[in-house]
């Protein structure tokens, strides 16, 4: 079965530093999203991406971060400037169509800011 | 705003027996729901979806139910098997691409 692969597994990263997460989607989807979660909290969404450009971003996704697709096969998250509370799992994910179709997830990375 | 929640933090089964997991909702506008299972280092699983227009959906040893009228989801496993031990989340997704997740219940289940 197809799958949204994700990596690096784990990340640490100084504070203050760049980083970026990568993800390959499944291969025929369309709508791409990234995700993040706190040790011991809920999943919240960050961004939704489509057609190369962002669809919609929630509050957390402020001008630190980004997202791009870079070529036919990732799609990245970069924090510019990583700050201690952005230390979280960061779950990538895809789907074929908007609407009424299920989000497939990646095994997420985990981000720790020291 | 938007909120999911769930009532139980965890639930503690005997292997054999049916498990309910529930959750609230609150936005009325949400019109399609996902259950996710999530093990330990791993990202969520799909499980099994509902569409608003919907009150029940069955899947393999699953089945969601959905009550619009008290904005109440549920996910109810027949026969738990250790295997099944996991968090589950109930998502909404209000028709703009954002999944609104609930805080998750911890099922436990004892051989």
């Known amino acids: 079965e197809p799958e949204v692969t994700q990596t690096p597994s784990h990340q640490v990263t100084q504070m203050g530093q760049e980083v970026i997460l990568r993800c390959v989607p499944i291969?025929?989807?369309?709508?791409f999203y990234w995700y993040r979660q706190i040790l011991g909290q809920k999943v919240e969404f960050l961004v939704s991406f489509y057609n190369n450009e962002i669809s919609e971003k929630s509050e957390i996704f402020d001008d630190q971060f980004s997202v791009e697709r870079p070529d036919g096969s990732n799609f990245t998250l970069k924090i510019r400037s990583t700050k201690l509370e952005d230390s979280a799992m960061y779950f990538c994910?895809?789907?074929?169509?908007?609407?009424?179709?299920?989000?497939?997830f990646g095994d997420g990375t985990r981000l720790s800011i020291l | 705003g938007e909120s999911v929640g769930l009532h139980l933090p965890t639930l503690s089964v005997q292997e054999g027996d049916n498990s309910i997991i529930n959750c609230a909702y609150s936005?009325?506008?949400?019109?399609?729901f996902i259950w996710y299972k999530q093990e330990s280092g791993k990202g969520p699983q799909f499980i099994i979806d509902?569409?608003?227009?919907?009150d029940k959906r069955q899947g393999q040893r699953v089945t969601v139910l959905l009550n619009k009228t008290v904005k109440h989801l549920s996910l109810q496993i027949a026969a738990t098997q250790p295997g099944d031990s996991a968090v589950y989340f109930c998502a909404e997704n209000t028709g703009f691409q954002k999944l609104v997740f609930g805080t998750g219940t911890r099922l436990l289940v004892s051989p």
């Open positions: 291969s025929n989807h369309l709508y």
């Open positions: 936005n009325s506008a949400s019109d399609y």
């Open positions: 509902i569409r608003s227009n919907m």
């Open positions: 994910a895809s789907n074929f169509e908007e609407g009424n179709q299920p989000q497939h």
